[in-house]
């Protein structure tokens, strides 16, 4: 069966500070995964997008990494500021069907 | 990119009465998505909202309950049908566009059924 799971579930952390929260995935076969950001009472909106070949990229204080052999993907966020609060999601894509598999999110709190 | 507007922004109806949500994009999109958060969750695809012809929908999902009109390639509805509390969530628009990964989202609709 096609699951993500994200973790921790939640987080809280100090403003200045990093962190990383962890996907694992055993979406197959793989095309591509994603991390959003979802504001309160907003959509997502999208960090970034990794396939097969790339183990990681950086958008701005976002890195996401990606493991495919161990099917699991970081995003570690630099220098916390209090608008990173927010629901972060990962989300991956089977190759065919155009499906997009959805993990439960990993709120986070930055606090001052 | 592709910027999406939603309306309503939120509602509160009762139960038994239908809602129709209105999504927007600011340009041509083959591939447009209803999904539903429901509070606390991650989103769940609804259907696929195909212009032309019937929506594509997902598993647990009934087009008797949620009824989607795409009549061109900018715009798309969804209506909630005899709505019970169980339908309160947010309802999201979303498109994929063409020779992209990238698939946008809306600003959602909040839905509340009393």
């Known amino acids: 069966k096609n699951q993500v799971e994200q973790s921790p579930q939640s987080l809280i952390i100090l403003e200045g500070k990093n962190c990383t929260l962890q996907c694992n995935y055993t979406v197959s076969p793989f095309s591509n995964l994603r991390w959003y950001k979802q504001d309160t009472g907003r959509g997502p909106v999208s960090l970034t997008i990794m396939t097969f070949s790339e183990n990681t990229k950086s958008n701005g204080r976002y890195t996401a990494t990606l493991d495919a052999d161990t099917k699991q993907s970081s995003l570690h966020i630099t220098a916390s500021q209090l608008s990173d609060s927010a629901s972060y999601i990962c989300v991956v894509s089977a190759k065919y069907g155009n499906k997009l598999v959805f993990g439960a999110g990993t709120i986070l709190r930055v606090k001052s | 990119s592709a910027v999406i507007s939603q309306k309503p922004s939120r509602d509160i109806c009762q139960r038994g009465t239908s809602l129709t949500i209105q999504c927007q994009v600011d340009s041509q999109v083959t591939m447009m998505f209803w999904y539903r958060q429901q509070p606390g969750q991650s989103l769940t695809l609804i259907a696929t909202?195909?212009?032309?012809?019937?929506?594509?929908?997902e598993s647990g999902f009934v087009i008797d309950k949620f009824p989607i009109s795409r009549p061109n390639l900018t715009f798309s509805t969804l209506t909630v049908s005899n709505m019970s509390p169980e339908d309160s969530s947010i309802y999201l628009c979303?498109?994929?566009?063409?020779?992209?990964?990238?698939?946008?989202f809306g600003p959602g609709t909040r839905l509340t059924v009393t």
């Open positions: 979303s498109v994929e566009l063409m020779l992209s990964y990238e698939q946008y």
């Open positions: 909202a195909n212009q032309g012809s019937e929506a594509t929908y």
